[in-house]
């Protein structure tokens, strides 16, 4: 009987581990390291804690997508809390606050996600949530386009 307790413990903390939540923004200035080396944008949503939508997208959209190994080489994915006072570095390795980077962003609506490229210029964003039902194939899209214009900046280089 305890080796059937051991055993379900252990599956159950393997599967608790397998749908870990959405990266929360800490260093943007080395997320961007990674957009030179692998050419992909960052996406970032702006959430705040009391906003249904907000969690709605995170747990049907952003956490899902955050984990699948074919977005993994498409976007990297942060999430910054616009009522959050933590520490985060920038886009130039400079401190400021989850809520300084909302500000600097003038997000005000909530769930904002954006598409940045290395220096945390926009290249793509959705506002809200206009049809819940098609808010992964309009996001898939803008991340496709997002990629487009990355790779085309660094050919201009």
């Given at each position: 009987?305890?080796?059937?307790?051991?055993?379900l413990?252990?599956?159950?903390a393997?599967?608790?581990?397998?749908?870990?939540?959405?990266?929360?923004?800490?260093?943007?200035?080395?997320?961007?390291?990674?957009?030179?080396?692998?050419?992909?944008?960052?996406?970032?949503?702006?959430s705040?804690?009391?906003?249904?939508?907000?969690?709605k997208?995170?747990?049907?959209?952003?956490?899902?997508?955050?984990?699948?190994?074919?977005?993994?080489?498409?976007?990297?994915?942060?999430?910054?809390?616009?009522?959050?006072?933590k520490?985060?570095?920038?886009?130039?390795?400079?401190?400021?606050?989850?809520?300084?980077?909302?500000?600097?962003?003038?997000?005000?609506?909530?769930?904002?996600?954006?598409?940045?490229?290395?220096?945390?210029?926009?290249?793509?964003?959705?506002?809200?949530?206009?049809?819940?039902?098609?808010?992964?194939?309009?996001?898939?899209?803008?991340?496709?386009?997002?990629?487009?214009k990355?790779?085309?900046?660094?050919?201009?280089?």
């Amino acid at each position: 009987m305890l080796r059937f307790y051991a055993l379900l413990f252990s599956f159950l903390a393997l599967f608790s581990h397998a749908e870990e939540g959405i990266p929360a923004a800490q260093n943007f200035f080395d997320d961007a390291q990674k957009v030179w080396k692998e050419k992909i944008p960052i996406l970032i949503m702006f959430s705040i804690p009391e906003c249904a939508y907000c969690k709605k997208v995170k747990e049907d959209v952003i956490n899902p997508m955050s984990n699948l190994e074919e977005y993994k080489k498409k976007v990297i994915v942060r999430e910054v809390s616009a009522e959050s006072f933590k520490d985060v570095k920038d886009f130039y390795n400079e401190e400021s606050t989850e809520n300084e980077v909302a500000f600097k962003y003038a997000v005000n609506f909530f769930p904002t996600v954006m598409l940045v490229d290395q220096y945390g210029a926009v290249l793509d964003k959705i506002v809200g949530v206009a049809n819940e039902e098609f808010y992964w194939n309009d996001l898939e899209e803008k991340i496709e386009k997002s990629k487009e214009k990355l790779v085309k900046q660094f050919n201009a280089l």
